[in-house]
């Protein structure tokens, strides 16, 4: 579970303050996939990266009791000057993992080849993004957090292997996935919210969250 608890959360942007959440509750249960629709703009990744730990709130509590991964495309753990094969390597052992199960996975899924062995750094991001999301499905975690949904990605193999291992993972875990477009969302998550002006609005379908939303970009 994810809970947040009277979160506030807002930024100096040099000539005025931009609220991400103000005073905001709202929870994350186990087994119930949520997506949440967000202008761009609006602070959808630094929602994600507060459920994740990654920013800490103004003021409120943000409670986990389960184990959250990190953002889909975060390579904050990922060194460039080394190869993806160590990278593999290195993150197992931070999660007390077998190191060569993970590379083994990660090759596998990314489908990079002679560059699996090249340092991170002369990738395209792309190759990035294909790796980040090996990496995040290699580890087991109780929510799963996507901001945007899918890596980008041209390579379609890697789209099929790497969705259909993400389905796979949702059967028995949960996903949260922020986007600015519904359409994201449908293939994944049945309950929705809105972020809009500092508050999330909750609602049991998505169909009810996408006529808030229409309203709110036509307002």
């Known amino acids: 579970m994810i809970e ?3 979160v506030s959360k807002s930024f100096w942007t040099g000539t005025q303050r931009k609220v991400i959440l103000n005073r905001a509750s709202f929870r994350v249960t186990l087994g119930n996939s949520l997506g949440i629709l967000a202008p ?10 507060m459920m994740a730990g990654l920013e800490k709130p103004d003021d409120g509590e943000i409670r986990r009791t389960c184990r959250i991964s990190f953002p889909l495309g975060f390579m904050g ?10 990278n593999s390597r290195f993150i197992a052992r931070l999660y007390g993992l077998d190191p060569d199960y993970i590379e083994s996975f990660c090759r596998w899924v990314c489908g990079l080849d ?10 395209s991001s792309g190759m990035r993004a294909r790796l980040s999301f090996a990496l995040l499905l290699a580890l087991d975690f109780d929510i799963y957090l996507i901001d945007e949904g899918m890596p980008a990605t041209a390579d379609v193999e890697f789209n099929k292997k790497a969705g259909h291992i993400l389905r796979e993972r949702l059967e028995t875990s949960t996903l949260v996935i922020v986007s600015h477009q519904p359409e994201t969302l449908e293939k994944f998550c049945r309950s929705a919210a ?4 500092g508050h999330l609005h909750m609602f049991d379908t998505l169909e009810e969250a996408k006529r808030l939303y229409d309203y709110e970009l036509q307002a």
Not at 194 to 197: I, M, R, T
């Open 194 to 197: 809105v972020l809009h002006n």
């Open 4 to 6: 947040f608890d009277t």
């Open 40 to 49: 761009n703009g609006t602070g959808k990744t630094t929602l994600v990266n």
């Open 114 to 123: 002679e560059y699996f062995d090249r340092p991170v750094g002369t990738y």
């Open 77 to 86: 753990g990922v060194l460039g000057k080394l190869s993806a094969t160590e």
